[in-house]
């Protein structure tokens, strides 16, 4: 017989590890240990999921209070969540190339030496 476990790690910003062990899931177990109230639907659809506290945490910032929790629906959040960080990443690496490209030009044209 199989025994199903999991472990939850959260970092807070003081970067001290809490762990959460759960030696066996229930199917109606719900997560307490979020600091906001969150939808009994959103927890019991995340808690299906492979990785639930993800599921948790990427879905609550996105969720507007008018949507309805369906698999559906948290799809839709979770993927316009991750175009929105994608956009977010892109603007950040094109301004650090920018950057860089502006001092290595700076750079090449110190050290250049005149024949």
């Known amino acids: ?10 970092v807070p910003s003081s970067f001290e590890a809490q762990i959460f062990n759960f030696s066996q ?6 997560f307490s240990i979020l600091s906001t109230d969150v939808d009994p639907k959103l927890q019991k659809l995340c ?7 993800e599921c948790l945490t990427s879905t609550i910032p996105f969720l507007d209070e008018n949507v309805a929790i369906n698999p559906m629906s948290v799809l839709k959040v979770e993927i316009d969540a991750i ?3 994608t956009k977010e990443a892109l603007d950040k690496a094109s301004e650090l ?19």
Do not use: C, R, W
Not at 1 to 10: C, D, P
Not at 47 to 53: A, F, K, R, S, V
Not at 102 to 114: N, R
């Open 25 to 30: 899931l229930q199917k109606d177990q719900t």
């Open 83 to 85: 175009d929105s960080k």
């Open 47 to 53: 808690g299906e999921t492979n990785y639930p506290i």
């Open 97 to 115: 190339l920018q950057d860089f490209s502006f001092h290595v030009l700076k750079l090449v044209s110190i050290i250049t030496i005149p024949f």
């Open 1 to 10: 017989m199989s025994t199903t476990s999991a472990s939850v790690v959260l």
